[in-house]
């Protein structure tokens, strides 16, 4: 009995510990990737983020950020833009895998 109670408790701390992690666009370092997770903005912004390929799953990385709370560069897809950081921390992403160099 308190083998199976074990298994499982293993079972589910493995699956806690392989779960992607989610945070803000706006934190993921550079040269990380992720998918998007959600646009958490419901106005003509959110619109438009959509429409450049904001979608959930979507591959999204990283590129750099500017110095002093400045924008960010990202590569959303098959092409790069910049956004300014309060828009990207309403673009919420799940980390994938290691950095990229």
Known sequence: MAHDVNIKAIAVLDSVLTAPVCTSLADLPPGRSG???D???RNALGDRLVELG???GAPV???RRAP???PVQVQIRDFVLSLRRSEARQIQVDVQGE???
Do not use: K, Q, S
């Open 61 to 63: 990385r990283m590129l």
């Open 39 to 41: 646009v958490r903005v």
């Open 54 to 56: 904001f979608t959930v």
């Open 68 to 70: 002093f709370g400045g």
């Open 35 to 37: 998918a998007v997770h």
């Open 99 to 101: 950095p990229e160099t």
